[in-house]
């Protein structure tokens, strides 16, 4: 098995290794690579598109042309996690709390709404114990997270809670073979988001 990180910009060093781990963790034997063009996606059998600025990343997915084989290659299948920034590049609708419409560029392939910034800035960030149904409790920590906000179509939450200045947060989602999370599992050490996107290349 072979898992790809997005490795364009942001965090996605950590990423790798906590990719290994999951991979011992359910015993599989495999490799994790680093996807930079988009030859790469050829060999891959899941993607973590990881937390960073998703304006950047999206503008690099584009100056690699990369950004219509990624959204194509996930729309036909290919399980994928976004956390962060990934989330916001798998939504199909996007604006930020402070300065609404952002017009930057997304793969828009999950039916899911997004608000950039929800929680703040880098000093608002926080942690908090998040139960993901089905499968378990994590530690979540949010920086400058985005907010799940809408969801529709296929697309289910598995993970959620009360914001004062928001209402409902969706934390986690997923659709099909698709997972959005607003939260950084890396940052925290947690493999189980990245073992339910190992159980979903195994189906």
């Known amino acids: ?17 906590i990719a290994r781990k999951a991979l011992q963790a359910k015993n599989i034997s495999g490799e994790v690579v680093t996807v930079k063009d988009k030859s790469s996606l050829k060999s891959i059998d899941a993607i973590i598109i990881p937390g960073g600025e998703s304006t ?8 690699t042309n990369m950004i219509e084989d990624l959204r194509e290659t996930i729309a036909g299948g ?6 962060c920034a990934g989330a916001i590049l798998m939504a ?13 560029p997304i793969l828009g392939v999950m039916s899911i709404g997004v608000l950039r ?33 809408e969801l529709w179509g296929r697309a289910e939450e598995l993970s959620g809670f009360d914001y004062s200045e928001i ?33 979903m290349v195994k189906r």
Do not use: C, W
């Open 167 to 199: 209402g409902r947060v969706t934390a986690v989602a997923v659709e099909g073979s698709m997972i959005a999370s607003i939260f950084h599992p890396e940052i925290t050490g947690e493999t189980l988001l990245h073992e339910i996107l190992i159980d």
């Open 92 to 104: 199909k609708k996007v604006r930020d709390k402070v300065v609404g419409e952002t017009r930057q």
């Open 117 to 149: 910034n929800a929680f703040g800035r880098q000093r608002e960030s926080f942690e908090m114990d998040l139960d993901i149904r089905g499968y378990g409790r994590v530690r979540a920590a949010f920086i400058r997270a985005p907010a799940i906000v």
């Open 78 to 83: 290919l399980p994928t996690l976004g956390t």
């Open 56 to 63: 950047v990343i999206g503008r690099l997915l584009e100056k």
């Open 1 to 17: 098995m072979n898992i790809g990180i997005l490795a364009l910009q942001g965090d996605y060093i950590e990423h790798v290794e």
